[in-house]
């Protein structure tokens, strides 16, 4: 199966998840990402802000700041490429990008070394690490750039084990689905 392929199936898959199941899983799914060591021990967190097909963190950047942490998000700025900004509030965020809400530009960049933990959107994933995004190649070109752990979220109801891996996909650390945290080098093997 390829890539394309997989990911117009997932979308397939989001459209026939009720919303009652999409705002329980996400709420979850924000209860374990708080609960887990690599949330506890991080100061700045880089984390995308989900559209409608992702999952909502909102509520989790809200929470993020309520606890003191520096939060930063994803600010496009070219093909395939992206920066972290760090935002103070809510009232940060503007339509960007793909109408993605996304930092104003006068907010600070936050450099790759000031980021203590990536929270990765996906089109689908699995406990061992493999992501499918959706195809911008975004994050397999930030993530090589931190030295930090990538945290994956994902409903369990898309997880999925055949994921097409390629040489340039970046392996995740931690695979978050309503059912809890796993951490995906231990399940690799690694």
């Not at 979308?11 to 990402?33: G, M, Q």
């Not at 496009?76 to 996304?102: H, K, T, W």
């Not at 979220?153 to 689905?177: A, G, K, N, S, W």
Request: aromatic share 6%.
């Amino acid at each position: 199966m390829t890539k394309q392929t997989l990911r117009a199936e997932m979308a397939a898959r989001v459209k026939n998840l009720s919303e009652t199941y999409c705002r329980e899983a996400d709420e979850a799914i924000c209860r374990w990402v708080v609960q887990s060591g690599a949330y506890e021990k991080a100061r700045t967190i880089f984390c995308y802000v989900g559209t409608a097909r992702e999952i909502d963190t909102m509520r989790l950047i809200h929470i993020m700041m309520r606890d003191g942490k520096k939060v930063a998000v994803p600010l496009c700025v070219a093909a395939g490429v992206m920066e972290a900004r760090r935002i103070e509030g809510m009232g940060d965020l503007v339509s960007g990008r793909f109408g993605i809400l996304a930092p104003r530009l006068q907010c600070p960049k936050a450099e790759p070394e000031e980021i203590d933990l990536v929270i990765v959107p996906c089109c689908t994933g699995n406990a061992r690490g493999h992501r499918l995004g959706f195809g911008g190649g975004y994050y397999d070109r930030f993530l090589p750039r931190v030295k930090c752990p990538a945290m994956l979220l994902c409903r369990h109801q898309l997880e999925r084990e055949d994921i097409p891996m390629e040489p340039h996909d970046v392996l995740m650390d931690y695979f978050v689905t309503e059912r809890g945290v796993v951490d995906c080098k231990a399940e690799r093997g690694a």
